[in-house]
């Protein structure tokens, strides 16, 4: 058995094409009682085979959701509340006037004093001229909302001036989803924005790309329409504003598209923006992921429509993805594993298809301590295969630290090569253990582990917390 350590970075790539879906009912809830048999899919109109689902539910704690903590116990520490809720809100001021920033600045407030323990939320501005990265701090939430005004761009090259904008736009939200992906909790980002028109096809593969970044990081995107209200703008037009209603819902486009391909909401023709604001910010409580792979897929690059449909489910509605880029080329088995492992690393659920433990302790030793993260590993339900009389498997473990807030702060990568003869195998009775050391400040921080298996092509991943003092 031998071990070899690596730092821990990933690089995600299309292999599987996950689709994910809402269904709600006729008072607007999203239910979750459907099963595959339920769901029909199609990609250019042919059907496909669904060969994963799943069905998430939102299952957050009750300061998550607003309700009182139980008392603590007296003379007991105080527990660590870790985060599980983040919410990224992403002003469009790019596009955003200043009319519409002011009263989307008001509603912002008031959501973010409603803050709860277990919720963290961050501000940025689509131009990059505001960021403010998650935390729990009132007066910097306050302070970062209260920085934002229109962004005046300066047009370079060979684009003209909407185009640049536009674009601009979309590098910069698929940038931000990126960032949201090291997140260890339920991620949700709220794109503010009074819309613009993406339909040409120059714009295609940047709206895509945010969809399939955000699929891959399990970000939902909500839509808040800042425009409020619809008015007929024929009877108030500003210089350079839409001239129809079918203009003004042409703007919107874009925000309704990232919020199906997503999961998510589009608060819309509204005036209610502090309800927006608390009603989109909540995941679905029931988010359906519907997986499968094409057949034939030429590796080519070119948009697959895709279509979902339901059988016997009457009086149900669904919001789905609307499509998919094919990929210019085939992935390997290291490329799928090294996905599922960061998948993994930066959610919160745990998963138990390996049988592992996980323990923590740390030492202090001057202004630093040394935190051990150990990994139980029970070998005799691994699965093995023979070869030149030794059973061999390779076994990767990924440790991750994360601040009180969730931010990912480092983490180590170790493989492990197993080649066992029988009798070795056999005394591992108690199993392995696999210890990873990082040097910390003092403070609070969360540990997530997650390891894998070549062989079985399993997974699993653990939770805990350190208070270093």
């Known amino acids: 058995m031998s071990t070899r350590d690596e730092q821990a970075s990933f690089k995600s790539k299309v292999n599987l094409v996950m689709v994910p879906v809402v269904v709600r009912d006729v008072q607007g809830n999203a239910i979750g009682h459907l099963t595959k048999a339920n769901f029909q899919l199609f990609d250019k109109g042919k059907p496909q085979e669904i060969s994963r689902f799943s069905v998430e539910k939102t299952d957050l704690s009750a300061e998550s959701k607003g309700k009182p903590a139980a008392p603590p116990v007296e003379g007991a520490e105080p527990a660590v509340i870790p985060p599980e809720r983040?919410?990224?809100?992403?002003?469009?001021?790019?596009?955003?006037?200043?009319?519409?920033?002011?009263?989307?600045?008001?509603?912002?407030?008031?959501?973010?004093?409603?803050l709860v323990p277990t919720d963290r939320l961050a501000v940025y501005a689509v131009s990059?001229?505001?960021?403010?990265?998650?935390?729990?701090?009132?007066?910097?939430?306050?302070?970062?909302?209260?920085?934002?005004?229109?962004?005046?761009?300066?047009?370079?090259?060979?684009l003209n001036d909407f185009d640049q904008r536009v674009l601009a736009s979309l590098d910069n939200l698929k940038a931000i989803v990126k960032r949201m992906s090291v997140a260890p909790g339920q991620r949700t980002m709220v794109f503010v924005s009074p819309g613009f028109n993406t339909l040409n096809p120059l714009y295609t593969d940047a709206r895509m790309a945010i969809i399939e970044q955000a699929i891959r990081s399990k970000v939902i995107i909500?839509?808040?329409?800042?425009?409020?209200?619809?008015?007929?703008?024929?009877?108030?037009?500003?210089?350079?504003?839409?001239?129809?209603?079918?203009?003004?819902?042409?703007?919107?486009?874009?925000?309704?598209?990232?919020?199906?391909g997503t999961g998510g909401t589009l608060f819309e023709n509204n005036n209610g923006l502090a309800d927006g604001f608390r009603r989109i910010a909540a995941a679905p409580e029931y988010l359906y992921m519907l997986g499968?792979?094409?057949?034939?897929?030429?590796?080519?690059?070119?948009?697959?429509?895709?279509?979902?449909?339901?059988?016997?489910?009457?009086?149900?509605?669904?919001?789905?993805?609307?499509?998919?880029?094919?990929?210019?080329?085939?992935?390997?088995?290291?490329?799928?594993?090294?996905?599922?492992?960061?998948?993994?690393?930066?959610?919160?659920?745990?998963?138990?298809?390996?049988?592992?433990?996980l323990h923590t302790q740390f030492f202090r030793s001057g202004d630093l301590a040394k935190v051990s993260v150990m990994a139980h590993l029970d070998l005799k339900q691994f699965k093995f295969h023979k070869a030149d009389g030794r059973n061999r498997n390779e076994v990767t473990l990924v440790s991750g630290i994360f601040d009180r807030h969730g931010n990912y702060l480092q983490g180590i990568k170790k493989v492990v090569e197993l080649r066992l003869k029988d009798e070795t195998l056999s005394h591992l009775g108690n199993g392995v253990t696999v210890r990873t050391t990082f040097d910390l400040k003092p403070g609070t921080y969360l540990v997530r582990l997650v390891v894998r298996d070549t062989e079985g092509q399993a997974l699993s991943a653990a939770n805990s917390a350190v208070n270093i003092e």
């Open 128 to 158: 990059g001229e505001v960021s403010l990265d998650f935390t729990d701090d009132r007066l910097k939430l306050h302070g970062a909302v209260a920085r934002m005004r229109p962004s005046i761009m300066v047009n370079v090259g060979a």
């Open 86 to 114: 983040f919410v990224a809100l992403v002003f469009d001021d790019i596009h955003l006037n200043a009319g519409y920033l002011a009263q989307v600045r008001d509603a912002a407030d008031q959501f973010i004093e409603n």
């Open 292 to 357: 499968f792979s094409p057949q034939n897929l030429k590796s080519d690059g070119s948009f697959h429509i895709l279509k979902v449909t339901l059988k016997d489910a009457p009086n149900l509605t669904l919001t789905a993805r609307h499509g998919y880029y094919a990929p210019k080329r085939t992935d390997d088995a290291a490329e799928t594993a090294r996905q599922e492992i960061e998948s993994a690393l930066f959610s919160r659920d745990e998963m138990m298809e390996l049988p592992i433990e």
């Open 222 to 260: 909500s839509s808040l329409d800042a425009r409020g209200l619809y008015t007929d703008p024929r009877f108030n037009v500003a210089p350079g504003g839409p001239r129809s209603l079918t203009q003004m819902y042409m703007n919107s486009s874009l925000m309704a598209e990232l919020a199906s």
